[in-house]
């Protein structure tokens, strides 16, 4: 039968490059947003957060950018290696509308990395 | 640290049938939530706990229900098992006032 799986967005790079997933978030009020990495069979591991107040930051080999003024997030991969090859998960941390956020995370579709040697 | 703990790793079920996934963390956390994804999506929240005693309902939590009398343990109760619970569940817990989230490695459950 048909997996779902097989409409993730996907991404494929060559071992070295740099790589770019791209994500679009839909509340405006989220405080901060997180990036995952899910390995085949293995829960969420998270690779870097950003809030919403910032518009870059940086992790080790890794870059996220938020565009506010578009609802868009983006996580940059410097030198992929194949051990990079993953479900990336893009997700927002929502505040209600007292403006407390408790975690309750909404999380994007995913996109499939595949990193060739 | 063990970190975040689940039981069992895999599950079948008959409809109608009840079960309890069990979840544990040993980092102290006081925040912990339960993740429901299905094939080829991103995780969707069934129900979170702040501490404690004190649980509230996510973005999908009917057919399931929590309790949390400890610090450590969060176990997701389903009382009449449908196809439609098919799906892998992820336990995770974080600190406040610290965005990270530490997953379990899930359990998953078919039901049929």
């Known amino acids: 039968g048909e997996s779902v799986g097989l409409h993730l967005p996907t991404l494929s790079v060559q071992e070295g490059d740099n790589s770019i997933i791209n994500c679009a978030y839909s509340?405006?009020?989220?405080?901060?947003f997180i990036w995952y990495k899910q390995e085949s069979g293995k829960g969420p591991q998270f690779i870097i957060d950003?809030?919403?107040?910032?518009d870059k930051r940086q992790g080790q080999r890794v870059t996220v950018l938020l565009n506010k003024t578009v609802k868009h997030l983006s996580l940059q991969i410097a030198a992929t290696q194949p051990g990079d090859s993953a479900v990336y998960f893009c997700?927002?941390?929502?505040?209600?509308?007292?403006?407390?956020?408790?975690?309750?995370?909404?999380f994007g579709q995913g996109t499939i990395l595949t990193v060739h040697p | 640290n063990a970190g975040v703990t689940q039981t069992p790793k895999f599950r079948i079920l008959k409809i109608g049938q009840s079960m309890t996934l069990q979840c544990t963390q040993d980092m102290n956390h006081n925040y912990m939530y339960w993740y429901r994804q299905d094939p080829g999506m991103g995780l969707k929240l069934i129900y979170y706990s702040v501490g404690a005693g004190i649980t509230d309902k996510g973005e999908v939590p009917n057919g399931y229900n929590v309790s949390r009398s400890t610090t450590e343990d969060f176990p997701l109760r389903l009382e009449l098992a449908a196809p439609s619970q098919t799906s892998v569940y992820f336990c995770a817990s974080r600190k406040p006032g610290v965005p990270e989230q530490y997953f379990g490695p899930g359990t998953r459950l078919t039901v049929t």
């Open positions: 950003i809030r919403s107040n910032m």
């Open positions: 997700a927002e941390n929502p505040r209600n509308a007292g403006g407390t956020s408790y975690g309750k995370l909404t």
């Open positions: 509340n405006s009020a989220s405080d901060y």
